[in-house]
């Protein structure tokens, strides 16, 4: 089973009771041609569907406060440009000189 966008926030930073994501400093609604788009900036914004948010989510921990750490959808999504410096345990590396 895969977690909601939502759970996945409130996973990470607990509930804010009483409290929904619409009334969130984090939450925005942007427009974008004819269309509004809804989406949170704890949460990341992929310019596309993927994170889409929705104003009636019960609030995460995040509820009007500042955030300063990566996206959370990045969690869950990689992005394509991400490249992988570390080399994975066990990984031969064929530029490496033996003495």
């Not at 609030?59 to 406060?65: D, L, Q, V």
Request: proline residues 3%; hydrophobic residues 30%; negative net charge.
């Amino acid at each position: 089973m895969t977690l909601r966008k939502i759970d996945l926030m409130h996973n990470q930073f607990g509930f804010s009771p009483g409290h929904r994501c619409k009334e969130c400093s984090n939450f925005s609604r942007e427009k974008y041609h004819d269309y509004a788009y809804s989406k949170c900036a704890v949460y990341g914004n992929t310019n596309s569907e993927a994170s889409d948010w929705s104003g009636r989510y019960d609030a995460c921990g995040m509820f009007n406060k500042e955030y300063v750490g990566g996206d959370i959808i990045r969690l869950v999504r990689p992005s394509r440009n991400s490249i992988i410096n570390e080399p994975i345990e066990g990984q031969i590396d064929i530029f490496e000189e033996e003495i």
